[in-house]
C-alpha cells in the first residue's frame, strides 16, 4: 500500500476531507468583519444596551425613542460607510501595488487625493456660504456640496491622468504624471488655505481629517453604486493582475491587452479611492496596510484570493479605527487619519524592512 504523502493527499481529496489552505483564514477575515461590525453598533459616546441596539436593527421600539434614532440614523449608516471605504481602498490599493510593482503604492498615486482636496477647498475656502446656497439651488446642500465638489476635483485630476494614458505606455511615466498632476492640486489647495479666513480654514481641515459620519441614508445609495461600480470592474481586473505580476512583457505573450487592461485598472482605483474620498475625505494607509497584511496571512499572490481578503481586512481595519476615535464616553472624536497612522506606518516600516532583509538574503 502506498503511504506517501501524495499519496495520502489523494487520499483525503476522495474522501473530500481535503481544505484549501485559504478557506479558514477567509472565513476568519469574513467573521472579524462581522465582529467588527456589531461592535461599531454596540460601542460609541452614548452607552446603549446591546440587546437595544439588535431591537433597534431589527424593526423595533427601544426603551428609549432617542437610542433608536442614535442606532439607525447615526451608527449604522456610519458602520456601513466604514466598512464599504476600507474595503474599496484597500481593493484598489492593492491593484496599485500590483500595476507598478511597487508595495509603498497606495490608491492615492494618481493625485486622486489632491484632486479632492481642492474640490473640496474651492467649496469651503473659495466659495464658503455663496457655494452652498449655489449648491442647495441645485438641490444639494451642507455636506452633499462638499462631496459634489470633492468627487468633481477628483475626476478632473482622474480625466487628465486617462487622458495621458493615452499617449504614454510606460506604469512608471504614467505614474510621474500622476503625481506631478497630484503636487499641482496640493500646491493650489495650500495658497487657497493661506488666503482663507479662519472659520473656513477650520471647516477644510476638519474635512482632511477623514470621517465616516458625512454619508446619510439620503446618500448612501450613491456611495454603493459608485464603489459598487468600482469593485465590479476591479473583479474583470483579477486576470490581468495576476498576469502582471510578471511583468507587461509576460503579461503581452498571455495575450492581456495591457493599455486597456491599465485603464480598466486605473478606472476602478478611480472610482474606488476617489467615491471614498468625496463622502469620506481622504483616508489614508488602509489601501497600503491591508494588502500586505493579506499577502502574509494567505501567503498567496494571486489576485482572486487577495482581493476578496483585502476587501474583508480593510473592512475591519476601517471599522476599528473608527470605534478608536470615537474614544467612547469622550466628548472630543480624535481624528481619524491620525488613528489610522498608527496602524499603517508600523506595516509599512515591517515592509521596508523585510524588503531590505529579503534582498540582502538573496545576495
Known amino acids: 500500500?502506498?503511504?506517501?504523502?501524495?499519496?495520502?493527499?489523494?487520499?483525503?481529496?476522495?474522501?473530500?476531507?481535503?481544505?484549501?489552505?485559504?478557506?479558514?483564514?477567509?472565513?476568519?477575515?469574513?467573521?472579524?468583519?462581522?465582529?467588527?461590525?456589531?461592535?461599531?453598533?454596540?460601542?460609541?459616546?452614548?452607552?446603549?444596551?446591546?440587546?437595544?441596539?439588535?431591537?433597534?436593527?431589527?424593526?423595533?421600539?427601544?426603551?428609549?425613542?432617542?437610542?433608536?434614532?442614535?442606532?439607525?440614523?447615526?451608527?449604522?449608516?456610519?458602520?456601513?460607510?466604514?466598512?464599504?471605504?476600507?474595503?474599496?481602498?484597500?481593493?484598489?490599493?492593492l491593484a496599485m501595488q500590483t500595476l507598478f510593482r511597487n508595495p509603498l503604492a497606495d490608491p492615492y498615486v494618481f493625485g486622486i487625493s489632491a484632486g479632492a482636496s481642492l474640490g473640496a477647498a474651492l467649496m469651503l475656502l473659495v466659495a464658503g456660504g455663496a457655494g452652498v446656497a449655489l449648491m442647495a439651488g441645485l438641490g444639494l446642500a451642507g455636506d452633499a456640496a462638499v462631496t459634489t465638489a470633492a468627487a468633481g476635483g477628483a475626476a478632473l485630476v482622474m480625466g487628465i491622468v486617462l487622458l495621458a494614458s493615452r499617449w504614454v505606455r510606460g506604469t512608471v511615466t504614467l505614474l510621474i504624471i500622476g503625481i506631478m498632476v497630484g503636487y499641482v492640486a496640493s500646491a493650489l489647495v495650500t495658497i487657497l488655505a493661506h488666503a482663507a479666513v479662519p472659520e473656513r480654514l477650520q471647516a477644510f481641515i476638519n474635512w482632511t481629517a477623514g470621517s465616516f459620519t458625512a454619508v446619510s441614508w439620503g446618500q448612501m445609495g450613491v456611495y454603493a453604486a459608485v464603489l459598487g461600480a468600482g469593485f465590479a470592474l476591479m473583479v474583470l481586473c483579477t486576470k490581468p493582475l495576476n498576469a502582471l505580476l510578471l511583468g507587461d512583457t509576460y503579461a503581452a505573450s498571455m495575450g492581456v491587452p495591457l493599455r486597456r487592461a491599465r485603464l480598466g485598472i486605473i478606472a476602478a482605483t478611480a472610482l474606488l479611492a476617489g467615491g471614498v474620498t468625496a463622502f469620506c475625505g481622504p483616508i489614508a494607509f488602509l489601501g497600503l496596510a491591508a494588502p500586505h497584511l493579506c499577502r502574509a496571512l494567505l501567503h498567496t499572490s494571486d489576485h482572486r484570493l487577495l482581493l476578496p481578503a483585502s476587501a474583508l481586512l480593510g473592512g475591519t481595519l476601517a471599522l476599528f479605527a473608527d470605534v478608536v476615535a470615537q474614544s467612547p464616553g469622550a466628548t472630543a472624536v480624535l481624528p481619524l487619519n491620525a488613528v489610522l497612522a498608527l496602524i499603517g506606518a508600523p506595516v509599512a516600516i515591517w515592509v521596508i524592512i523585510r524588503r531590505g532583509a529579503l534582498r540582502e538574503h538573496s545576495l
Open 1 to 93: 500500500m502506498d503511504t506517501t504523502p501524495r499519496a495520502q493527499g489523494l487520499a483525503r481529496d476522495a474522501a473530500g476531507l481535503s481544505i484549501p489552505r485559504w478557506l479558514l483564514p477567509m472565513v476568519g477575515l469574513a467573521l472579524l468583519a462581522g465582529l467588527a461590525f456589531l461592535v461599531s453598533l454596540f460601542i460609541g459616546s452614548v452607552s446603549i444596551p446591546a440587546q437595544d441596539v439588535l431591537t433597534a436593527v431589527f424593526g423595533g421600539e427601544t426603551a428609549r425613542a432617542s437610542w433608536h434614532t442614535i442606532v439607525m440614523d447615526y451608527r449604522l449608516p456610519k458602520a456601513l460607510t466604514a466598512l464599504l471605504a476600507g474595503a474599496a481602498l484597500s481593493a484598489s490599493g
